[in-house]
């Protein structure tokens, strides 16, 4: 049974057929995770079945229409692409929270800040075009032939630092601005309250913040199918194409039918677990107050 | 309260206290004005503190004290729309000057405020952290002065054994004596204290009370205080700051002896014996 | 301050513009491909014709109808929904409650969900188990369920701006809850639910990968909410890498993406400010 905040109120019966209402809504929305869950199991079970966890992992290569399953090189290039668009994203996005909030002159951080929300509302398909259209040339200039990691990574990178930076503002806006005066009364140097004082303050807030990017990195689909080329094989450098797992679900999707589509739905349970984990993660890392 | 005929102050007389030097003034102040976006927060302020002693600001809120003091370290520069005229001198050296290392001089002018203000670190780090960005990287020297300046508030044998504990984690008092020695450990010269016991309780704000009673003679301290009974326990020379024409002003500024038992201003007296304020 | 300090003040300090000044750089770039080779060619006639060769030429009347029709389904469905959920989730104590600390995680977990596995949820749900086909059905409700937590979480920050003296007040008068919650909770609660709804509106303009197995590739006029439709940001994603030639045209279709993003954020941002500056008039 549930406790309203002021329990005398129950006394008409419209407000209890309200409050029935309201569960009734509360628990559709929260169904649907477990029915996304229930949905990529049933799907996934008939290959996890005849075809076994292992062969994900240990077949020659993946070609689902000869019945070898290999996810590996495509995991390998989510991991890829999502480590480097997150080392870099990760300080420039922290530099553009420090330039709004100690940088830079009150109108130009306003300005500023228009740009990185701007940024931060432009659908993945528009960056995936300007990666098309203007990265990949570049970069096919540098080392052909260019849809590449390096392409996969600028765009990722590109497309998570604005949210990156937004949330990195927010938890830089909540350091107290007692521990910024007493800084100053010491005599501090900017650099030097940063690094000793706002920093670790706001630290927990930044850790969960780059958290949910990898999330992002990893379930990012459209822009990284664009630029990285979609060849299944583990990159041995930058600039050779690559496929990540959630590009050969957009790619494949299509036309699967049977283990095949069945093997995509495994993908899709391994992305699910993978967020659902980092949702947790965050979840424990924003209540935590870590010192020194 | 039984109030006698000719003395202004209504409670028992001062006892005799330690000189605590010879009159040689530090911090000289002239004619000092500060406005905030066109409005005037106090003006025409003369005062001199004298090396070593202990003055204490006394008046009714929202008179400009606290503006005052946060005026003699330029703190006054991280607020926009602020302005300052009239001239401060520490030992000599125009403090206003485009010349002044900022950082150097606030190091020499250290500041406590109201509310305890550790940062979120360790009780350690909160002394050594400053300390290094003020220069002293040498480790056996810095953890010297850790445990000298923490003997000296008196904190040391509550903390030895935990120095690695965040600091929010102690009380308001322990934090407020961890503040002080934050500000001693980096040498200071002259010490700002902006009622650094009302946050307090009063068991606790007794403690720091004595703590800066101790520093008399060892830095120029200039204390803003609501407490008069706090001002003439622990102060040598006090100022009365009133509101006069909406703007802040000094009123008066003498001795406890001057100010508390033959005050020249109407004012003074009417505010000393409880009547106003 | 040592003199090392101060030169590295001065190091970081420079490091820092550099760096902010090429990530508005590269804004700058992205904004200014998008709006000169899409921007300068915009016809009205491109925004009412129906596509040819593929999409090569003509224009994309059918697909901003189909857009409009799938964004439509899934803020019908989502808005009843979602307000439901917020007021629950925020007239409840949360923190005492198994059952609604449940539904908060499951939010949580659901605003992390990739859109592809969005994706795959609704073919395998809407377009199998329930039968829908390719369908702009089946892709509305798809989108539907991907912006609900974000509608949930911003109309919740609106519900939690009302003052607890309102709940106070209301029930000193004896008035019930559902009176309580129609005249004083829902009216101070709609900015926040105003500007979820245009971010999720936001959200749904700007996907694709939900989309491509639930509402399809169908480039023609939908006549029915069954029938296949192509969204906007499809269409780009098509164009851009299925066809030769299509360039210019995503070009445009991407400008006006973008056009109708940036005036949905414009929107959001205005409602918040306009409503926030009354709010502090009145009270």
Known sequence: MILLKNNTLFLWPSDRILVWVLRFCAVIAAMIVFLILLFLLNESIPVLKHVGMSRFFFDSTWSPTEGLYNLLPMLWGTLFAMVGSVLIATPLGIISALFCHFYAPKPIAHIYRQIIQLLAGIPSVVYGFWGLVVLIPLIGQIQPPGPSLLAGILILTIMILPTLALSADASLANVPSSYLKGSAALGLSRWATIRGVVLPAAKSGLFTGVILEIGRAIGETMAILMVCGNVVQTPKNIFEPMRTLTANIALEMAYALGDHRSALFVSGLILMLVITGLVICAEILSRKIIYD | MNITTDSAYPWSPLEKRPACCEPKSFLEIKNLSLSYKGEKAFEGVNLDLYQGCITALVGPSGCGKTSFLTALNRLTDLISGCKLSGSIKLAGEDIQASSVDILALRRRVGMIFQKPNPFPLSIRKNILFPLREHGTTDKSEANAILERVLQQVGLWDEVKDRLRAPALSLSGGQQQRLCIARALALKPEVLLMDEPCSALDPISGGIVEDLITSLRGKYTILIVTHNLAQARRIADYTGLFWVRNHVGQLIEYGTVKEIFESPKEELTRAYIQGMRG | ?283
Not at chain 3, 1 to 17: P, Y
Not at chain 3, 44 to 56: E, V
Not at chain 3, 109 to 133: E, Y
């Open chain 3, 1 to 283: 301050m040592t003199k090392s300090s101060c030169r590295k003040e001065r190091l970081v300090t420079s490091l820092i513009w550099l760096c902010v000044l090429l990530i508005s750089a590269v804004f700058f770039w992205i904004f200014g491909e998008i709006l000169w080779n899409g921007g300068s060619k915009l016809t009205f006639d491109f925004l009412t014709l129906a596509p040819k060769q593929a999409g090569r030429g003509g224009g994309i009347g059918p697909i901003l109808i189909s857009t409009l029709w799938i964004v439509g389904v899934a803020m019908a469905v989502s808005i009843p929904l979602g307000v439901g959920a917020a007021i629950l989730l925020s007239e409840f104590k949360s923190s005492e409650n198994i059952f609604i600390l449940l539904i908060r995680r499951s939010l949580d977990v659901l605003a992390g969900v990739p859109s592809i596995v969005f994706g795959l949820f609704g073919n395998a749900f809407f377009c199998k188990t329930l039968g829908l086909g390719f369908s702009i059905l089946s892709g509305g409700l798809t989108l539907a369920c991907m912006v609900l937590p974000i509608l949930i979480r911003s109309t919740e920050e609106g519900f939690r701006s009302v003052p607890e003296d309102y709940h106070l007040s209301a029930a000193a008068l004896g008035l019930s809850r559902i009176s309580t919650l129609w005249n004083l909770l829902l009216p101070a609660a709609v900015p926040g639910l105003i500007v979820g709804i245009v971010l999720g509106v936001g959200r749904a303009m700007a996907e694709t990968a939900a989309l491509i197995f639930t509402s399809g590739y169908v480039d023609r006029m939908p006549t029915s909410f069954l029938d296949s439709g192509r969204s906007l940001s499809i269409h780009i994603f098509d164009l851009s890498m299925n066809v030769s030639g299509g360039d210019p045209n995503a070009y445009r279709s991407a400008f006006v993406l973008m056009l109708i993003l940036v005036l949905i954020n414009a929107l959001a941002s205005f409602t918040a400010n306009y409503f926030f500056k009354r709010r502090i008039i009145t009270v």
